[in-house]
């Protein structure tokens, strides 16, 4: 019997403790992530529970098991988001279910024309039974926007192949624009409408009174979800068009937890509504209300720059309607929060976060606000609402805060 993908909190910690320094500890972002971007789009079947998408979501305690038997010539398709270039890949399998389970030999191809043709052979490796970033250099240099992992066979187990995460480090070569992704989404949580404004993101689903809102970042959306008094962070990756999303989530408290799945299809561009959200709401509205309802709301629109300030300027429209806001009710008086994940030093990032906050506040100043309505505070990553330990969660640490002064 196979056990639950749930590592005990004590088995992680020391898993944690005693492996050597990886990438994705030093800041590393894999390319090759669901947090990236990546999206898998051809899979075997797999054990009940043992997900493919969990090869690619930086964590070595979850992983992807084979269907009993299916041991051999497993084959996995990556969408990357952009076209790229991969200089290394690692693998983890320290936290298979049984020795023999590990994949062995193992096949990596890149393709810049299409999901199921175009393939040339980057490496083939060959893995240790349990082992966790087991590193390979990549000898050739091959531009492509899809991976092909082919899990040949493993270390002798007769029942299933294991392999717990995949990641690969290089250079993305291309920024493309996403698609408007705005419109009405058959999803896990039943009908989900998506309103985008610039770079921000509200909507609601029709379960529960759910309402969310966030910010996009190419195909990565960052929110916040609310329901009947329950809460808690989720990021969904869209595929280039816009019609459909493969996105995970958690509660509030449980973020060391193992995400749910929250998938979707576009059924029309049309932006529906619930009986608890409208469309005509919009993004100005939503923050408003968050502001009176709950003294702060989280603005996930706001990018800026790797370790730097400097606003990037999809960010600027976000910005404008934060001044409108502000001009609108001339008795609000908000403190700027900056927050970032845990890479780098303490220092660093109480100096970044407050740099960060400084700057939301000058742009704000600039567009006619009076400074004397306005404070701004870097708290670095001192306070976060996603597992620091994660891709995701780090994610979902960076961002800027408006909370009622």
């Given at each position: 019997?196979?056990?639950?993908?749930?590592?005990?909190?004590?088995?992680?910690?020391?898993?944690?403790?005693?492996?050597?320094?990886?990438?994705?500890?030093?800041?590393?972002?894999?390319?090759?992530?669901?947090?990236?971007?990546?999206?898998?789009?051809?899979s075997?079947?797999?054990?009940?529970?043992?997900?493919?998408?969990?090869?690619?979501?930086?964590?070595?305690?979850?992983g992807?098991?084979?269907?009993?038997?299916?041991?051999n010539?497993?084959?996995?398709?990556?969408?990357?988001?952009?076209?790229?270039?991969?200089?290394?890949?690692?693998f983890?399998?320290?936290?298979?279910?049984?020795?023999?389970?590990?994949?062995?030999?193992?096949?990596?191809?890149?393709?810049d024309?299409?999901?199921?043709?175009?393939?040339?052979?980057?490496?083939?490796?060959?893995?240790?039974?349990?082992?966790?970033?087991?590193?390979?250099?990549?000898?050739k240099?091959?531009p492509?926007?899809?991976?092909?992992?082919?899990?040949?066979?493993?270390?002798?187990?007769?029942?299933?192949?294991?392999?717990?995460?995949?990641?690969?480090?290089?250079?993305?070569?291309?920024?493309?624009?996403?698609?408007?992704?705005?419109?009405?989404?058959?999803?896990?949580?039943?009908?989900?409408?998506?309103?985008?404004?610039?770079?921000?993101?509200?909507?609601?689903?029709?379960?529960?009174?759910g309402?969310?809102?966030?910010?996009?970042?190419?195909?990565?959306?960052?929110?916040?979800?609310?329901?009947?008094?329950?809460?808690?962070?989720?990021?969904?990756?869209?595929?280039?068009?816009?019609?459909?999303?493969?996105?995970?989530?958690?509660?509030?408290?449980?973020?060391?937890?193992?995400?749910?799945?929250?998938?979707?299809?576009?059924?029309?561009?049309?932006?529906?509504?619930?009986?608890?959200?409208?469309?005509?709401?919009?993004?100005?509205?939503?923050?408003?209300?968050?502001?009176?309802?709950?003294?702060?709301?989280?603005?996930?629109?706001?990018?800026?720059?790797?370790?730097?300030?400097?606003?990037?300027?999809?960010?600027?429209?976000?910005?404008?309607?934060?001044?409108?806001?502000?001009?609108?009710?001339?008795?609000?008086?908000?403190?700027?929060?900056?927050?970032?994940?845990?890479?780098?030093?303490?220092?660093?990032?109480?100096?970044?976060?407050?740099?960060?906050?400084?700057?939301?506040?000058?742009y704000?100043v600039?567009?006619?606000?009076?400074?004397?309505?306005?404070?701004?505070?870097?708290?670095?990553?001192?306070?976060?609402?996603?597992?620091?330990?994660?891709?995701?969660?780090?994610a979902?640490?960076?961002?800027?805060?408006?909370?009622?002064?």
């Amino acid at each position: 019997m196979k056990r639950a993908k749930a590592t005990s909190l004590f088995f992680l910690f020391a898993v944690l403790l005693f492996m050597p320094l990886s990438a994705q500890q030093k800041g590393e972002a894999s390319v090759v992530s669901f947090y990236s971007g990546a999206l898998i789009v051809k899979s075997p079947s797999n054990y009940g529970g043992w997900e493919p998408l969990w090869i690619i979501d930086e964590r070595s305690d979850t992983g992807w098991a084979c269907e009993t038997g299916e041991i051999n010539g497993n084959v996995f398709v990556i969408a990357l988001p952009e076209k790229t270039t991969l200089k290394r890949v690692e693998f983890d399998t320290a936290s298979i279910d049984g020795d023999g389970r590990g994949a062995n030999n193992v096949l990596v191809e890149i393709s810049d024309q299409s999901a199921v043709a175009g393939f040339s052979p980057l490496l083939a490796v060959k893995l240790k039974d349990r082992a966790d970033h087991q590193s390979f250099l990549v000898p050739k240099t091959l531009p492509g926007r899809w991976l092909r992992l082919t899990l040949k066979d493993n270390h002798g187990d007769p029942e299933w192949t294991e392999l717990m995460e995949f990641r690969g480090y290089g250079e993305q070569l291309t920024k493309t624009p996403i698609a408007d992704v705005s419109g009405t989404y058959d999803s896990s949580f039943s009908l989900f409408h998506i309103l985008k404004e610039d770079s921000l993101v509200t909507g609601c689903y029709e379960l529960r009174g759910g309402t969310l809102s966030g910010g996009i970042d190419g195909r990565i959306l960052k929110f916040q979800w609310r329901e009947n008094g329950d809460s808690g962070p989720a990021i969904l990756v869209f595929t280039p068009d816009g019609s459909e999303f493969y996105g995970l989530w958690w509660r509030k408290g449980e973020l060391d937890q193992t995400p749910g799945l929250w998938n979707g299809k576009r059924q029309s561009k049309q932006v529906g509504s619930c009986p608890h959200w409208k469309p005509s709401t919009g993004v100005q509205k939503q923050m408003a209300e968050d502001l009176a309802r709950f003294g702060r709301t989280r603005v996930y629109g706001i990018n800026f720059d790797t370790d730097s300030a400097v606003i990037r300027a999809e960010s600027k429209a976000v910005l404008d309607r934060i001044v409108t806001l502000l001009k609108a009710d001339g008795s609000l008086k908000i403190t700027v929060e900056g927050h970032t994940d845990n890479t780098g030093s303490l220092a660093r990032n109480k100096a970044l976060s407050q740099e960060r906050a400084d700057a939301v506040k000058a742009y704000l100043v600039k567009g006619g606000v009076d400074g004397a309505r306005l404070r701004s505070v870097g708290y670095g990553s001192e306070k976060p609402v996603g597992n620091n330990g994660t891709a995701a969660g780090r994610a979902q640490n960076r961002r800027v805060e408006l909370a009622k002064s």
